[in-house]
């Protein structure tokens, strides 16, 4: 049972709901723990293929963290705090299942590194970027620094860093933040549309996909190295047996993820 969130799994893909939209479903730490419970039930759970991370309402899909709570923090304090946000967005960009952020409208602070974290992101027209931090005499703590280099490039990545504003679904479309910018209306049917396609191909090499692309970013991995080992994982399953048989065959392949 989760406080915060809402999920509701249909055609084996779950939908997570951050669900405050009085406080713009603002990240606090119980909605931080939920999620991290979440993610184990995404992880453990074989009924699931494929989840989707969006918030409650039109506004906000999750407007940034709850700043009452960084109030007379100390520096070790600040420090276990974003180690901790760190650690559970880690478990959802490592997550061995596809999970797809449905931006529907504010993405900021936390909320714009909750999106980032998540595989790719697709964004309603209203959506809204931005980390915000330096207003409040602060960084990024969550990841954002990293990863909004690695998807727009150090340049833009510093200027929206430094200057902390916003820029809208059109423009994160430009600097390749979000995939597709769609309607409210069409934001949802959009990413499970997307997983429904994913989810028919072989699990264990949607995982290797996911291990290799992010190794890139990991300076303790060789990228190329992850690729050859994950390549040849694929040898000993029978979903890649069933795979290639079925492209000889000309016909659809019928994926265990074994």
Same mark, same amino acid.
């Given at each position: 049972?989760?406080?915060?969130?809402?999920?509701?799994?249909? !055609?084996?893909?779950?939908?997570?709901?951050?669900?405050?939209?009085?406080?713009? !479903?603002?990240?606090?730490?119980?909605?931080?723990?939920?999620? *991290?419970?979440?993610?184990? &039930?995404?992880?453990?759970?074989?009924?699931?293929?494929?989840?989707?991370?969006?918030?409650?309402?039109?506004?906000?899909?999750?407007?940034?963290?709850?700043?009452?709570?960084?109030?007379?923090?100390?520096? $070790?304090?600040?420090?276990?705090?974003?180690?901790?946000?760190?650690?559970? =967005?880690? /478990?959802?960009? *490592?997550? #061995?299942? #596809?999970?797809?952020?449905?931006?529907?409208?504010?993405?900021?602070?936390? %909320?714009?590194?909750?999106?980032?974290?998540?595989? =790719?992101?697709? +964004?309603? @027209?209203?959506?809204?970027?931005?980390? #915000?931090?330096? !207003?409040?005499?602060?960084?990024? %703590?969550? %990841?954002?620094?990293?990863?909004?280099?690695?998807?727009?490039?150090?340049?833009? +990545?510093? $200027?929206?860093?430094?200057?902390?504003?916003?820029?809208?679904?059109?423009?994160?479309?430009?600097?390749?933040?979000?995939?597709?910018?769609?309607?409210? @209306?069409?934001?949802?049917?959009?990413?499970?549309?997307?997983?429904?396609?994913? !989810?028919? /191909? +072989?699990?264990?090499?949607? /995982?290797?996909?996911?291990? +290799?692309?992010?190794?890139?970013?990991?300076?303790?991995?060789?990228?190329?190295?992850? &690729?050859?080992?994950?390549? %040849?994982?694929?040898? &000993?399953?029978?979903?890649?047996? @069933?795979?290639?048989?079925?492209?000889? &065959?000309?016909?659809? #392949?019928?994926?265990?993820?074994?």
């Amino acid at each position: 049972m989760y406080t915060t969130l809402v999920k509701t799994l249909e !055609n084996n893909i779950l939908t997570i709901t951050v669900n405050r939209p009085d406080k713009l !479903n603002a990240l606090n730490q119980q909605v931080m723990q939920d999620l *991290n419970a979440v993610m184990d &039930e995404v992880y453990q759970n074989q009924s699931i293929k494929s989840a989707i991370i969006t918030g409650a309402g039109a506004k906000s899909f999750v407007a940034g963290a709850d700043i009452s709570e960084f109030v007379g923090a100390t520096k $070790e304090q600040g420090i276990a705090l974003a180690q901790k946000g760190q650690n559970i =967005f880690f /478990k959802i960009e *490592n997550s #061995p299942k #596809p999970i797809v952020a449905a931006v529907n409208g504010f993405a900021l602070g936390g %909320g714009c590194e909750l999106a980032m974290s998540c595989h =790719f992101r697709i +964004a309603s @027209e209203n959506a809204k970027f931005g980390q #915000p931090e330096v !207003n409040l005499g602060l960084i990024p %703590g969550y %990841g954002g620094t990293q990863r909004l280099v690695q998807l727009v490039g150090k340049g833009r +990545a510093l $200027e929206l860093l430094m200057a902390g504003n916003m820029i809208d679904a059109a423009t994160a479309l430009q600097y390749g933040l979000v995939n597709y910018v769609v309607s409210q @209306e069409e934001l949802l049917p959009k990413a499970i549309g997307i997983l429904q396609t994913i !989810n028919t /191909k +072989a699990p264990l090499a949607l /995982k290797g996909c996911i291990i +290799a692309a992010n190794a890139i970013f990991d300076e303790k991995q060789n990228g190329y190295a992850t &690729e050859v080992n994950e390549f %040849g994982k694929c040898f &000993e399953t029978l979903d890649m047996i @069933e795979g290639t048989s079925a492209f000889l &065959e000309k016909r659809k #392949p019928n994926f265990k993820g074994c």
